[in-house]
């Protein structure tokens, strides 16, 4: 039994990486999929297409595959045409992880945002805009703080998702969860004890995420038919 | 000079003519009501005004000023406008809901909005419903608060569309209680409605829309109780039972 509970002890040292590394994709997602969503909205053709196009590439590709581009593939880019580029010069492999892992997420994001900007009547807007408000000043008073509400448990499962997905990190230098289980594994040969640790190591994140979740749900749930 | 101008006005949606051509002023003070059957472009000439809709044709004025694309926003601060659902915003308290406009629209002082909010929920008879939510609130009370929520902009005129249609029958006379003093009071005023007896009692003038037309118009007299088209009689005989 004590192997089993090493082999947890030390997948849990790469929580600390996983969780930064999911936090600052889940802002950067957020943030990028807001834009995202509000370009897929707009009158311009230009920006919807550019939205649209960005979207189907990232949701159309595994994310290991942009994080080996982003990792790999650019600095080689770089360096073929005579740039000395090298991610350990700005912050370590972490960084393109952590880009790949935020603008992986914001395409999820955006249709998640774009389909709780669409779930609000569109009377809202009209109101908001009789009162004289400009598109943008209702966008951000009115309909984004009502459609905040029905995205937030879609936003916390992407959370979840997230938190799994960036177990392909290993693969670009980012000692998380997984990786950590992989090197012990390769030293002790505790195959079965290593990789069950490094899944109860997720285990503990993503379940009582998804608990929390679930109660908010049906917490929105009552509160709907209570009105 | 007319308080609203309405020239040539025409709207379609894809092939379908919604108004064919409106012309229609409207004085300082006066209260106009639109009367007419569904479909009859009533809501939508409405809707034009303030540009919720983009009239395909036709120019509007307000004081005098063209409305465009560029001065819409600061436009429709003079026009206030009570829709039929309410569309109170449902995150905010009814007192915000007051002074999100002004606050944010007109720069006001905060502390100032909220005591003029206050005498706008007294003026509309629902000074304890300040702190409540929307949701908590009957259908007559939210829309008495929608007409407080227009009114808190300071607005030169008043737009209704069919501000009763939605709301269970009991609580139509509240709402148009607080519309009949609206008008007493000189706010100049353009509704759209169903009801025939407010029309009767408070327009100054009532026009009678069919067909993306304006087919009558005159006093509330002339065209409810003496209607000269037969168009309009066969709708009032179908309304006024």
Known sequence: MGVYLKGFLIACKGIPATVAVSLIAIVIGAAFGLLLALCSQTKSKILQVLAKVYIDVVRGTPMLVQALIMAYGIPWLLQ????????????GMVVPAV????????????????????AIDKGQMEAARSLGMSHGMAMRLVIIPQAIRIILPAFANEFVTLIKETSVLGYVGV???????????????????????????????????SKIINGYERKMARKESAA | MSMIEIKGLCKSFGD????????????????????????????????????LEEPTAGEIYVD???????????????????????????????????????????????????????????????????????????????????????????????????????????????????????????????????????????????????????????TPDDVLNHPQMDRTKDFLSKVLI
């Not at chain 2, 379908?16 to 009533?42: A, F, T, Y």
């Not at chain 2, 007109?106 to 949701?135: H, T």
């Not at chain 2, 501000?163 to 006379?173: F, I, K, N, Q, Y």
Request: net charge negative; aromatic share 8%.
């Open chain 2, 64 to 218: 005098g000023e063209l409305v465009n694309e560029g001065n819409i926003d600061s436009m429709r601060t003079k026009m206030g406008m009570v829709f039929q659902s309410f569309n109170l915003f449902p995150h905010k308290s009814v007192l915000d809901n007051l002074t999100i406009g002004p606050i944010n629209v007109k720069k006001a002082d905060k502390k100032e909005s909220e005591e003029k909010a206050m005498k706008l929920l007294e003026r509309v008879g629902l000074a304890e419903k300040a702190g409540e939510y929307p949701r908590n609130l009957s259908g007559g009370q939210q829309q008495r608060v929608a007409i407080a929520r227009a009114l808190a902009m300071d607005p030169e005129v008043m737009l209704f569309d069919e501000p009763t249609s939605a709301l269970d029958p009991e609580m139509v006379g509240e709402v148009l209680d607080v519309m009949k003093s609206l008008a007493k009071d000189g706010m100049t005023m353009i509704v759209v409605t169903h009801e025939m007896g407010f029309a009767k009692e408070v327009a100054d003038k009532v026009i009678f829309m069919d067909g993306g037309y304006i087919v009558e118009q005159g």
């Open chain 1, 80 to 91: 073929s045409w005579g740039v000395g580029f090298k991610w350990d010069n700005f912050g």
């Open chain 2, 16 to 51: 379908h003519e919604v108004l064919r051509g409106i012309d229609q002023n409207v004085e300082e003070g006066e209260v106009l009501c639109i009367v007419g059957p569904s479909g009859s472009g009533k809501s939508t000439m409405l809707r034009c005004i303030n540009r």
């Open chain 1, 175 to 209: 000692v998380e969860i997984l990786r950590r289980g992989q090197l012990w594994n390769s030293s002790s040969f505790e195959t079965f004890p290593a990789y069950i640790g490094v899944a109860l190591a997720y285990m503990i994140l993503t379940i009582p995420l």
């Open chain 1, 99 to 118: 880009i790949v892992c935020g603008f992986n997420s914001a395409a999820y994001m955006s249709e998640v945002i774009r389909s709780g900007i669409q």
